[in-house]
């Protein structure tokens, strides 16, 4: 029989520990299979799996929760970070594809969405947006990875609407904070 997987967050690992130690405590013996999947449940708040498992699968029937969590490599997010000024512009193309990918779904959210730009439009706002010179390179990247689409004869471009992947999400939220901090200063 093929088991579904089932998203297991906890907001706080300590308070996992915690919970997990202190009803394994009260037992005598070691906790059977199902006992020990209603002591994970109830120590992230659920009354127990059956809880669990039926708020995973109103979930994943709602499309409220993808059916596993992205995961973020916060070591790549800092790495593309250091491609960033302090303001947040675009000062140097990153040298990895992984990271080029994400660098240009940053500037994916920054165009606006469900507007027609003609190609001096694309190129300008394009250009605001990195210091390297070389804003043909980036609009010509963000159609061939179907960020952005074009009419045949390039005069109309138009942002793809689609769902940011998680380490995108992270690298804006950085690099958002990184300029907060530095308007401040």
Same mark, same amino acid.
């Given at each position: 029989m093929s088991r579904t997987a089932l998203p297991f967050h906890a907001k706080d690992i300590s308070a996992l520990a915690r919970s997990l130690r202190y009803q394994l405590a009260e037992r005598e013996a070691m906790p059977g299979h199902v006992e020990l999947l209603n002591m994970l449940a109830r120590s992230i708040g659920h009354r127990n799996f059956q809880q669990l498992r039926a708020q995973a699968r109103a979930a994943q029937r709602l499309n409220t929760l993808p059916a596993e969590p992205e995961p973020v490599d916060f070591r790549r997010v =800092?790495? #593309? $970070?250091? *491609?960033?000024? $302090?303001?947040? *512009? #675009?000062?140097? @193309?990153?040298?990895?594809?992984?990271?080029? !990918? !994400? =660098?240009? @779904?940053? #500037? @994916?959210?920054r165009l606006p969405a469900k507007e027609d730009l003609s190609e001096p439009e694309v190129n300008m706002r394009l250009q605001a947006m990195h210091s390297f010179g070389d804003h043909a390179l980036l609009r010509r990247e963000l159609c061939d990875f179907g960020l952005m689409g074009r009419t045949r004869d390039c005069r109309t471009y138009w942002r793809v609407e689609q769902r940011m992947p998680a380490e995108a999400v992270a690298t804006l939220q950085h690099l958002k904070l990184r300029s907060e901090r530095a308007a401040k200063a």
């Open positions: =800092a790495r #593309l $970070a250091r *491609c960033y000024d $302090a303001t947040g *512009c #675009l000062q140097r @193309w990153p040298g990895k594809q992984s990271e080029r !990918i !994400i =660098a240009l @779904w940053v #500037l @994916w959210s």
